[in-house]
Nanobody, 115 residues
C-alpha cells in the first residue's frame, strides 16, 4: 500500500474555491481507483469523487458540476478542484487509494466554508 498525504485545505468564504492535493509515497500507476472522501462532524464518511486508471470519473450528486477530480500518475498525485463552495461542503477531506483490504487512507485535510 502507498502512504497518502493531503494538503490544500483551509477556510474559504461561500462561493470560493480550493484545490486539494494528495501526494502518494509510491506509484499510483497501477492503482485503479483513487478517491476523495469527506466526513463532516457527526456525519458518516461519504464518497465525493472517484477517478480510475483510465481517467473515468464519477461524483456525488451534491458536488457534480462544482468539483473536478484529476490524477497525475507521473507525479503520483491526485487533485480535487472545488469551486462554488458551500457551507455544507465543510468537512475533513480524505484521500483514498485502492480497494479494501489492500487500500490506503490519508489523514485528511480540513475544509471550512463560511457563509
Amino acid at each position: 500500500q502507498v502512504q497518502l498525504v493531503e494538503s490544500g485545505g483551509g477556510l474559504v468564504q461561500a462561493g470560493g474555491s480550493l484545490r486539494l492535493s494528495c501526494a502518494a509515497s509510491g506509484s499510483i500507476f497501477s492503482i485503479n481507483a483513487m478517491d476523495w472522501y469527506r466526513q463532516a462532524l457527526g456525519k458518516q464518511r461519504e464518497l465525493v469523487a472517484r477517478i480510475t486508471s483510465s481517467a473515468s470519473t464519477n461524483y456525488a450528486d451534491s458536488v457534480k458540476g462544482r468539483f473536478t477530480i484529476s490524477r497525475d500518475n507521473a507525479k503520483n498525485m491526485v487533485y480535487l478542484q472545488m469551486n462554488s463552495l458551500k457551507p455544507e461542503d465543510t468537512a475533513v477531506y480524505l484521500c483514498h487509494a485502492g480497494v479494501a483490504p489492500f487500500d490506503s487512507w490519508g489523514q485528511g485535510t480540513q475544509v471550512t466554508v463560511s457563509s
